[in-house]
């Protein structure tokens, strides 16, 4: 099973992901983030005048934002990482159960378990198989502005998993490619809690333009990264790329239930101005849905526009939503950020399903050495 990649990019990709998982490794901490959103700034800077910005969580996959379908950095997560995420969990999973736990691996946790609790995912139970290599699509979740997909990959015993090299999405009926915004990924775990290296968990999330029809059939297309029996216990593996074999790509087409769409994003618009890094920043416009919350800020003299203005301000804070429903209050983490043409966004998790009687967007505003915090209701 030498599985050989099928382009220049992907074999870029590869290469970038290597490196980027020993970067991980040497350096798990929060100075890996602080590269990447770095590189986000240079690379907007050098491809636009009015310059992308971005940065994000490593659990949200922030380098993914610069190199969408790479899942090779998943490996290292498994020293289990709290998510922000409090309140009380669904009592069962049902046929999802094995993804509970995987499913905590995620800064974006609560956002999937807020569906299962409230009835709100499509069970797929679909799977193909090509060469020894399997994948299964067990369950979607889904609104106008996101999907939520999660899978299993499954290898005959003369293959060890590794990972996903790249998952991506097509809406069939336009036949266009879904950009991919975060995911995570674990191996499943057998008696005694060892991991089982021939059946791996995976999750994605993808990006939906709600101004575009809400797709009706949609293609998951999978690459699976593998090494040779034994080679996973080797400290080596994922920086020896000769000893990683690729599958053929796996496709799995699946009816998407139109129910997700039933649901429409409210979008309200605060225009609560405050400072920030000396600047008067609004926050201009908030979009809520079952699966995201959107956060605009602008700058609200149109004279300071420049991009040495956007990305003090873009550095100088951040944002936390604070949920409280009949389960309790959830903190909803800052999943990622991007540099607009007057400012920045922010994405957070959402449990919107779980009709919270409170929704707070707390923003911590840094300068030197001291911070502040100011408090947004959005429910009013």
Do not use: C
């Not at 009816?255 to 101005?273: A, C, G, H, M, N």
Request: no cysteine.
């Amino acid at each position: 099973m030498n599985g050989m990649i099928n382009s220049r990019e992907e074999q870029v990709m590869t290469a970038d992901a290597a490196r980027m998982q020993r970067e991980i490794q040497a350096e798990p901490d929060n100075r890996y983030i602080r590269q990447a959103v770095q590189n986000g700034l240079e690379r907007g800077v050098n491809s636009s005048k009015r310059a992308a910005m971005m940065k994000g969580s490593v659990l949200g996959l922030a380098a993914a934002a610069m190199i969408a379908v790479l899942l090779f950095i998943i490996p290292v997560l498994h020293n289990k990482q709290q998510s922000t995420a409090a309140g009380s969990e669904p009592v069962d999973w049902g046929v999802l159960e094995p993804f509970r736990e995987f499913n905590s691996y995620d800064i974006n946790s609560a956002t999937f378990e807020s569906a299962v609790l409230n009835d709100y995912v499509q069970f797929l139970d679909r799977d193909v198989e090509i060469e020894g290599y399997r994948v299964t699509l067990n369950a979607v979740t889904a609104d106008e502005n996101r999907i939520i997909l999660l899978y299993t990959a499954e290898t005959a015993g003369d293959q060890e998993i590794y990972g996903f090299s790249s998952s991506r999405m097509t809406d069939v009926q336009s036949g266009s490619l879904l950009n991919r915004n975060g995911g995570v990924g674990a191996h499943a775990k057998i008696y005694g809690g060892e991991d089982d290296y021939h059946k791996y968990y995976g999750k994605s999330v993808f990006e939906l333009d709600r101004s575009k029809p809400f797709p009706t059939q949609l293609e998951a297309d999978f690459l699976i990264a593998s090494v040779d029996p034994g080679k996973m216990d080797d400290p080596k593996t994922g920086t020896i790329m000769a000893d990683i074999h690729y599958s053929p790509r796996i496709k799995v087409t699946f009816d998407l239930d139109q129910k997700f769409k039933e649901i429409p994003t409210t979008v309200i618009f605060p225009e609560k101005s405050f400072l920030l890094a000396g600047h008067e920043v609004v926050l201009s416009q908030v979009e809520l849905s079952p699966l995201m919350i959107r956060a605009r800020f602008a700058l609200r003299n149109e004279a300071e526009n420049e991009w040495e203005v956007r990305r003090k301000i873009f550095e100088a804070g951040s944002g936390k939503v604070l949920a409280e429903s009949r389960n309790g209050t959830v903190q909803l983490p800052l999943l990622s950020a991007v540099g607009t043409e007057n400012g920045f966004e922010e994405l957070f998790a959402s449990t919107l399903l779980d009709d919270p009687e409170s929704l707070v967007l707390e923003f911590t505003a840094r300068t030197g050495n001291s911070q502040s915090v100011m408090e947004f209701d959005l429910l009013k």
